[in-house]
């Protein structure tokens, strides 16, 4: 999908009074609450799991598993759970852009009850995906299977929303395949984790980089404003510096926003050429075949042909083909010509051009180039 637009002078207004790059002390529903309406790009939220944790667990050696046992983890019921989820839900669903997103992770405790509310709220989701853990922490009493993977629940504000998808920029980071809905990565550990000064580690759900990466290049574009309400130690704002984004943090724990703010003060901002990832196609200015013909690029009389020149078809001044007795669009003609339902035209019809066949999509790439030189004034 393309990308909603930005540079009108509403969103230049809503940016100036927006506390970019910048992290805000309080609860997250509070202060999204202070937040303009349709300001933000995109969200990515990592709320509590509401993990129920029953007692301390401990590895095979006696030694104590130090796992998430923070207050702001802890709900007195499901109902306090869900309630909870819905109010910081439907804030973000308010400060979202039109053609915003939203990314929301959470494991088997509570992604469920995420999703349902999403749905209720009005969101629209896109993809479930599974980051598959490389390196995950064993079941240690044998109870159950060892719990590999989270969940990230992908969806735009709504059903027609236009939201950003660079998806040829995921397809050319996976050597050219399609990008898949389960993600191999390894957890958050050796270097990259941050400890305290006690050298134990200093948030106990602190997501790798190559995850918020990976969430940021598919769906946001250099520029854009990135809302995290649960920062936590800040890798969404790390990553969202690095990348030439804008981050918006929320949180609550002092601890937390001051190892951020030394995290992201060190992290180098990408400039110019560094920043471009590749475009989805249906992100490109869509050019008619009638443009063609309009600028004088084809002239009308003009014969295409297939690939194999075993077909032929006359431009016509409408930007129209005929053959054999039939007229239609370059798409439609292309079909009629193999008995197909469906063709490309861009692809599929050549022109002779120096005693060779090329196909007609290097004018639309022409027009589009020439669309784009003048966007940039």
Request: glycine fraction near 8%.
């Amino acid at each position: 999908m393309g990308s909603s637009k930005k540079g009108s002078a509403p969103a230049l207004s809503i940016n100036n009074a927006l506390p970019l790059d910048q992290i805000l002390k309080g609860d997250c529903i509070a202060e999204l609450k202070k937040l303009p309406n349709a300001s933000v790009d995109l969200v990515f939220a990592d709320p509590p799991y509401n993990l129920q944790l029953g007692g301390e667990l401990h590895r095979p050696n006696n030694t104590r598993v130090d796992g998430v046992e923070d207050e702001w983890d802890k709900f007195a019921s499901f109902e306090d759970y869900d309630a909870f989820t819905r109010a910081w839900l439907a804030e973000c669903h308010r400060v979202l852009k039109a053609d915003g997103a939203l990314w929301v992770i959470g494991s088997y405790h509570n992604i469920f009850r995420v999703g349902a509310a999403l749905q209720d709220l009005g969101f629209w989701i896109l993809n479930d995906v599974i980051w598959r853990k490389t390196n995950p922490m064993p079941n240690f009493r044998g109870t159950r299977l060892t719990n590999a993977h989270e969940t990230l629940i992908w969806c735009a504000k709504g059903e027609k929303a236009k939201y950003t998808f660079n998806y040829d920029a995921l397809k050319v980071a996976n050597d050219d395949l399609q990008m898949r809905s389960d993600w191999l990565l390894p957890i958050c550990n050796g270097g990259e984790r941050i400890k305290d000064l006690n050298g134990q580690k200093a948030h106990p759900t602190q997501k790798p980089e190559a995850l918020l990466h990976r969430v940021l290049i598919a769906s946001t574009n250099a520029g854009d404003v990135v809302l995290d309400p649960f920062f936590g130690t800040g890798t969404t704002g790390a990553v969202a510096k690095m990348l030439g984004r804008h981050f918006i943090g929320i949180e609550r724990e002092l601890d937390y926003i001051r190892i951020a703010r030394h995290r992201i003060k060190h992290v180098e901002r990408l400039e110019g050429e560094s920043l471009e990832v590749m475009k989805s196609k249906r992100a490109q200015p869509r050019i008619p075949f009638g443009m063609v013909v309009e600028r004088g690029l084809i002239k009308p009389g003009a014969k295409l042909v297939s690939p194999n020149e075993k077909f032929a078809a006359r431009v016509r001044a409408d930007g129209s083909l005929s053959a054999d007795g039939e007229t239609g669009s370059i798409h439609k003609i292309a079909a009629h010509v193999q008995g197909l339902q469906a063709c490309n035209g861009w692809t599929y019809w050549h022109m002779q051009r120096k005693k060779e066949l090329v196909p007609i999509d290097m004018l639309r790439q022409k027009l589009r180039a020439e669309m784009s030189d003048g966007g940039r004034g």
